[in-house]
């Protein structure tokens, strides 16, 4: 019985009672070159330093980089934490809003016809609440010209209107309401578009405005600026 322990094997490597007893060729090198890392491992992790571990099986440059690249590493990471926070707490000041200028058709149950209306929807994509205080028109690109819009209409929100974030709202504004020169599609293209319906139509925009004195510009849909080079059209007519 050899008097060496399973520690003392571990940690020193073979006895030399069985190095005696064993043949050459039935210990191959390999075998203790395993042997003695698994010790060198063992003996770096009962003294609490994986450094040392690491340092024997590599060689002190390799180490060196290792280091370096952990510190470059943990700085870019820090970096780009604080970075992050930074862009997430202003991207939840900043006021966000989705719009559109269109022709719809307001469609009621039990009614036949189905009323044009220039439609303003204008949601809120932002994290910061939004109050909505006005909408206008501007035309123009160096001489600018600018219109107020007013809603009335009993299917259309009301202004002021708060948004929190999500929230929408729908602004309708009747094309006829007499069928006379006062309807929203004969007017506004009389005094905002002509005499030249087609280029104005082009740089038109819808503009809303916000309680902070933020405003926010959109191009009209391409559909409704066709509506209203057809109306201009028929003004001039």
Not at 157 to 176: I, S, T, W, Y
């Given at each position: 019985?050899?008097?060496?322990?399973?520690?003392?094997?571990?940690?020193?490597g073979?006895?030399?009672?069985?190095?005696?007893g064993?043949?050459?060729?039935?210990?191959?090198?390999?075998?203790?070159s395993?042997?003695?890392?698994?010790?060198?491992?063992?003996?770096?992790?009962?003294?609490?330093?994986?450094?040392?571990?690491?340092?024997?099986?590599?060689?002190?440059?390799?180490?060196?980089?290792?280091?370096?690249?952990?510190s470059?590493?943990?700085?870019?990471g820090?970096?780009?934490?604080?970075?992050?926070?930074?862009?997430?707490?202003r991207?939840?000041?900043?006021?966000?809003?989705?719009?559109?200028?269109?022709?719809?058709?307001?469609?009621?149950?039990?009614?036949?016809?189905?009323?044009?209306?220039?439609?303003?929807?204008?949601?809120?994509?932002?994290?910061?609440?939004?109050?909505?205080?006005?909408?206008?028109?501007?035309?123009?690109?160096?001489k600018?010209?600018?219109?107020?819009?007013?809603?009335?209409?009993?299917?259309?929100?009301?202004?002021?209107?708060?948004?929190?974030?999500?929230?929408?709202?729908?602004?309708?504004?009747?094309?006829?309401?007499?069928?006379?020169?006062?309807?929203?599609?004969?007017?506004?293209?009389?005094?905002?578009?002509?005499?030249?319906?087609?280029?104005?139509?082009?740089?038109?925009?819808?503009?809303?405005f916000?309680?902070?004195?933020?405003?926010?510009?959109?191009?009209?849909?391409?559909?409704?600026?066709?509506?209203?080079?057809?109306?201009?059209?028929h003004?001039?007519?």
């Amino acid at each position: 019985m050899c008097h060496y322990s399973k520690y003392h094997h571990l940690a020193a490597g073979p006895c030399p009672a069985h190095n005696k007893g064993m043949h050459a060729d039935t210990q191959p090198r390999r075998d203790y070159s395993v042997a003695f890392s698994c010790s060198s491992l063992a003996a770096c992790l009962r003294a609490g330093d994986a450094r040392g571990w690491l340092a024997q099986i590599m060689d002190e440059t390799t180490y060196k980089f290792l280091v370096v690249a952990g510190s470059w590493l943990a700085g870019i990471g820090s970096l780009t934490a604080v970075i992050t926070s930074l862009w997430l707490s202003r991207r939840s000041n900043v006021i966000r809003l989705g719009i559109r200028a269109k022709h719809v058709q307001l469609v009621t149950p039990g009614e036949k016809e189905a009323p044009d209306y220039v439609q303003v929807n204008i949601v809120n994509k932002g994290l910061r609440p939004a109050k909505i205080t006005g909408v206008g028109w501007r035309i123009g690109i160096l001489k600018k010209v600018h219109f107020v819009q007013l809603f009335g209409d009993i299917n259309s929100d009301k202004l002021p209107k708060m948004l929190n974030e999500g929230e929408e709202a729908n602004l309708l504004v009747k094309f006829h309401e007499n069928f006379d020169d006062d309807d929203w599609i004969v007017s506004f293209p009389r005094k905002a578009l002509l005499p030249n319906p087609k280029w104005k139509a082009k740089n038109l925009k819808v503009i809303v405005f916000t309680s902070v004195g933020q405003s926010f510009k959109k191009k009209i849909d391409k559909n409704f600026r066709k509506t209203l080079i057809e109306a201009s059209k028929h003004i001039q007519a």
